[in-house]
């Protein structure tokens, strides 16, 4: 198959992610995990998976547009598998399927822009962990900031005392709440654990241990807002807005080190 159509075929199965929980009508619903539900959830982790797997298979591809196939591949893996132990967090499809989507697009919309190959010197089982743990802190965070996005709506509906469509559908302020700490904590424990191994890389590549440069900048600080967060929530009882916002802005964060870099080394700076 065409490469170009692939491509096209693997965003399309993204789509019905996005709309799915629409087909609703209004009311609560006891459990949206239906057989439409994971027939939806698996064709579009098929797709996503089939054409991160052609990209790959050849060696590790460092372009902007690789990265998020292989992020939006890992985050429905673990949606899937959160799904699957908590029906408020399924529920969260509404706002993770548009997501997921978008981040098609643009990997989408970058498939030609030029990737830099990983230096030779850093093959390895230590740069195939530390890559690992990379994609799946940003995967982690991904969740984590749909659950935020969820209660941030949940709030500005109940406090204009207009609710939606929209939040009928999404767990409860509480319900999203305990699923932003879970995955904050997964998230924070992960990220630090990147952090290490990413030490040991520069170490076996330079001889230095930490070098100081915008992405190491960036994630440090991600991991310091985001346990900052957790140890304020746990010792303060922080709102559920104002959590919302700083993990937001730890998400940002590591989407800038991330694929931000990947866009500036890719595409701004060839």
């Known amino acids: 198959m065409n490469p170009f159509v692939f491509n096209l075929a693997a965003l399309a199965a993204l789509v019905p992610s996005a709309l799915l929980l629409y087909r609703r009508g209004p009311g609560p619903e006891p459990d949206v995990r239906d057989v439409v539900f994971w027939g939806v959830l698996a064709a579009a982790a098929a797709g996503a998976m089939a054409w991160t797997w052609v990209l790959f298979a050849s060696a590790w591809q460092t372009g902007i547009a690789a990265s998020l196939w292989i992020t939006i591949s890992l985050s429905l893996v673990l949606f899937v598998s ?32 030029p990737a830099r190959p990983a230096p030779a010197s850093l093959a390895g089982p230590w740069l195939n962990l530390h890559i690992g743990i990379s994609v799946t802190t940003y995967a982690l965070m991904t969740l984590a900031a749909t659950a935020a996005l969820g209660v941030f709506l949940q709030e500005r509906a109940l406090k204009a005392r207009r609710p939606t469509r929209l939040t009928a559908i999404l767990p409860s302020v509480s319900e999203g709440e305990t699923l932003q700490l879970r995955l904050l904590a997964a998230s924070t424990l992960v990220l630090g ?15 230095v241990i930490l070098v100081f440069n915008h992405k190491t900048l960036l994630s440090i600080l991600s991991f310091t807002v985001i346990a900052g967060l957790l140890i304020v929530h746990r010792a303060s009882g922080m709102a559920g807005r104002r959590a919302a916002r700083y993990l937001l802005l730890a998400y940002l964060l590591l989407t800038l080190g991330y694929p931000g870099v990947k866009l500036v080394t890719d595409v701004i700076l060839p």
């Open 193 to 207: 654990l990147g952090l290490l191994s990413g030490m040991v890389i520069e170490f076996l590549d330079r001889g």
């Open 82 to 113: 959160i799904s699957a132990a908590s029906g408020a967090f399924a529920r969260l499809l509404v706002v993770f399927g548009p997501y997921i989507v978008v981040l098609g697009s643009i990997a989408t919309f970058w498939a030609q822009a």
